[in-house]
């Protein structure tokens, strides 16, 4: 009997080790597939499931009627809470606004508590200037007014159209009866109130606007970097620096006004001293102020500031109107363009149709925010749209 020879290969069922290199660690092996095993009844104690019930008619409707609801009452909660959402834009605009500020302080070696600290005091005593000057100009004009009523009704008494309009209506007669009833009184304290609530509604504003400034330029770093890891990672690299480059527009551009802004209200307060207008430092800061509105803005500085010179006398008015019509050539065509050459890149008529969108949806507040928004859309419609639509 005669042995069989034994194959040197591997046997057809074997399976052949695959030897590690040396030095290498070897990779542990996967977990076998999960078995499936058949579904029968007694894995079910509850019967099968029955079929979906997204095409009943009525789960239709319902979860429809639902999402309508939803949406409805999203959009009464955003109208309910839309001074508050315009308080939070203006805030954060503020605060992209002074960022560049900031972060030229911090870029000279101060630490940056120290330089949002510099930068926001300096944005108060701003307002706290225009407060002091405006208001003993406010009280002196007003008490003027209160000691001249007399004269002024007095003079009213003597003219001939008055005498014969209160001989045949008794026009003197009916208002000393209205004022004597009581119903001048209630009307003049509803008033009153009416006008303590609007200022303390626009001091409330004003406070809430300066906290959100500061809490948004301390914490603005953070919140970027929050909103980067809400983007895809594959998409992170791209986003940022499109946001980081309208983040930088609508910093130049806020800075930029905020400075042509001040160049304005500097230059008023020198002619204004000049000429010898009264109140000329509130008038010079509400021409600053006023010159951050687009388009209107320095129209309505001007023609108070004219109106004022024109009070004082007929030359001074005039010098007035003459000086706003040169300055504000001067501004158009030098001292804008230098400016926000390095910062704002915004066709004209983008810029008027920004403004005029913004201004009749969110009045001074939207004309203001309308063209750095029109900047921003037109960076993303350049780097993101129309390259997309050229590959197509």
């Not at 109107?321 to 004209?348: A, G, L």
């Amino acid at each position: 009997m005669t042995d069989k020879s034994v194959s040197s290969g591997p046997s057809p069922v074997e399976t052949p080790i695959a030897h590690a290199p040396i030095g290498a660690v070897a990779e542990p092996a996967p977990p076998p597939p999960p078995r499936t095993e058949s579904t029968g009844e007694h894995k079910l104690p509850f019967g099968r499931p029955g079929k979906p019930m997204g095409n009943n008619p009525f789960m239709f409707g319902l979860v429809a009627a639902l999402g309508v609801l939803t949406a409805w009452w999203l959009v009464q909660m955003m109208a309910a809470a839309g001074s508050v959402l315009v308080l939070i834009v203006v805030s954060l605009f503020l605060a992209i606004g002074l960022n560049p500020a900031v972060e030229w302080l911090h870029g000279r070696g101060m630490a940056r508590i120290w330089a949002i600290t510099i930068v926001f005091v300096g944005v108060i005593a701003f307002f706290a200037i225009f407060a002091v000057s405006i208001v003993p100009a406010l009280t002196e004009q007003t008490t003027g007014f209160i000691q001249d009523v007399p004269t002024l009704v007095q003079q009213l008494q003597n003219h001939p159209l008055i005498r014969s309009l209160d001989q045949e209506y008794q026009v003197l007669d009916k208002l000393t009866q209205y004022v004597t009833s009581g119903d001048l009184a209630t009307q003049l304290f509803g008033g009153l109130l009416g006008v303590a609530g609007v200022v303390i509604s626009a001091v409330f504003s004003f406070l809430t606007v300066l906290v959100l400034t500061l809490y948004f330029l301390g914490s603005l770093n953070t919140i970027k970097e929050s909103g980067y890891r809400l983007v895809p990672r594959s998409r992170r690299e791209r986003v940022t620096k499109l946001v980081d480059e309208v983040i930088r527009q609508i910093g130049g551009y806020v800075g930029g006004n905020l400075i042509i802004s001040l160049i304005a209200g500097i230059v008023t307060f020198i002619f204004l001293s000049i000429a010898g207008v009264p109140y000329a430092l509130a008038l010079a800061i509400f021409v600053a102020i006023t010159d951050l509105i687009p388009m209107v803005g320095a129209v309505i500085g001007a023609a108070v500031a004219s109106l004022v010179g024109l009070l004082t006398s007929l030359p001074v008015g005039i010098a007035c109107v003459v000086f706003f019509v040169i300055y504000q050539q001067i501004e158009n065509y030098i001292i804008s363009p230098r400016v926000f050459k390095s910062s704002v890149d915004v066709p004209p008529i983008a810029t008027i149709i920004g403004a005029l969108l913004g201004g009749a949806l969110l009045g001074v507040v939207g004309a203001l925010l309308g063209i750095p928004l029109a900047a921003a859309l037109l960076l993303i419609l350049r780097e993101v749209v129309l390259p997309r639509q050229e590959k197509l």
